[in-house]
């Protein structure tokens, strides 16, 4: 995974860089994206761990930088997650 994470999001990225990046999302299926579904839907060794990487990269990080870019211009900027349980 190391080298699709260099040559598809982070081409300048250091392998240091990228090895402490795959230390923050474990190649244990059941840790990985959809969660809460155990070894389940790991069509491949690495696909939750990706689903994981990705999810947070395409949508939660796009969404951390717009509420951080958008703070303190005009009324408050506001985020709402629903959590079910």
């Known amino acids: 995974m190391a080298g699709y994470l260099k040559s598809n999001y982070f081409p300048g990225a250091s392998d240091t860089t990228i090895a402490q990046l795959l230390e923050l999302y474990p190649a244990t299926p059941a840790a990985g994206s959809p ?14 761990r990706l689903a994981s990487f990705q999810g947070d990269f395409i949508f939660q990080a796009t969404r951390r930088f717009l509420l951080d870019q958008r703070a303190g211009h005009g009324p408050a900027v506001r985020s709402f997650r629903e959590r079910v349980s």
């Open 35 to 48: 969660f809460g579904t155990g070894n389940a839907n790991a069509f491949t060794p690495e696909f939750k």
